[in-house]
């Protein structure tokens, strides 16, 4: 019997929950920590940043009206998907990352984790950071929260996975729709992981992912006009000095990056970094100082 030949495989971006091909029709090489060649992964270019952020504003409106409860449960379908992949995973993130399989194991588990923690806050963030204000006078003051919009995050450079899902989750548990600018030296398991969103019961459009130089896609979509907000975790100092300028331009809400371990308890700021609070205003009834009402 013949040797057969390993098929290998093509990664593409994932945009509109579709898998396109770069428009620049550019790739580059993926190797792992000791410099062998692992795949070509797509060169994104400003182009398919724009597309990538038509395709989130497109999705916006049917994410952010969908229930909390919704998301919640499509985000636990994430976790359920990713035990199904979890020997994928763990191979993708010690080839990545260097790490012995035991520890790229433990990640990716962290990983799986971490989107059942989210799932389980998409309905109660609300009771946490909104509700009834204290007034005083004939009237009930009632704060929510709401997402802001379309964010741009650039996922960490060096936790390819763990990291990636830490920063993509709150944003679109909140009810955001996300453009993630994966790992630019570990790209392929963000890439694997938009395989998983795409069966896994997100909406097209939700989260998508681009790969190439940070810099080279960061810039439009940091001086984007319909981009809500920016995350710049993965970003080096001057490249988030220069992301911060660009982003003033729209007022952006702008998250600045800063030393973080991503194995630690998460909490809930990064879920409350990217909420809007929307407060409504109620007549009660009553009149005056004595308390009568209508």
Avoid at 43 to 68: E, H, I, M, N, Y
Avoid at 258 to 277: I, K, M, N, W, Y
């Amino acid at each position: 019997m013949s040797d057969r030949l390993t098929v290998l495989k093509t990664y593409k971006l994932y945009v509109g929950g579709k898998f396109p091909r770069s428009e620049s029709g550019r790739v580059y090489e993926v190797t792992d920590a000791k410099g062998k060649w692992l795949a070509n992964a797509p060169l994104s270019s400003r182009k398919d940043a724009r597309d990538a952020v038509v395709a989130a504003r497109k999705a916006f409106g049917g994410w952010s009206g969908a229930t909390a409860y919704n998301r919640g449960q499509v985000l636990y379908r994430i976790a359920e998907m990713l035990e199904g992949r979890r020997d994928q995973f763990v191979r993708e993130v010690a080839d990545a990352e260097g790490l012995s399989k035991s520890k790229a194991a433990a990640v990716v588990d962290a990983a799986i984790d971490r989107w059942v923690w989210y799932a389980g806050w998409t309905d109660k963030i609300g009771q946490l950071v909104g509700g009834a204000n204290p007034v005083a006078g004939p009237f009930l003051n009632l704060s929510t929260p709401e997402p802001t919009g379309v964010v741009a995050v650039l996922a960490p450079q060096e936790s390819s996975f763990l990291g990636l899902v830490s920063v993509l989750a709150p944003v679109i548990a909140t009810g955001n729709t996300a453009v993630v600018v994966a790992s630019e030296k570990a790209p392929l398991p963000a890439l694997s992981l938009g395989e998983v969103l795409a069966t896994s019961d997100v909406p097209g459009g939700v989260v998508n992912v681009l790969t190439g130089k940070a810099a080279e896609i960061a810039a439009p979509l940091a001086a984007h006009q319909d981009v809500n907000a920016i995350d710049l975790t993965g970003a080096d100092a001057d490249l988030a000095r220069d992301l911060e300028i660009a982003a003033a331009d729209n007022l952006k809400r702008v998250l600045r990056p800063q030393p973080v371990d991503f194995g630690a308890d998460p909490g809930t700021s990064r879920l409350t970094a990217f909420l809007e609070t929307k407060t409504v205003w109620h007549p009660t009834g009553s009149l005056g100082a004595s308390g009568s009402a209508y």
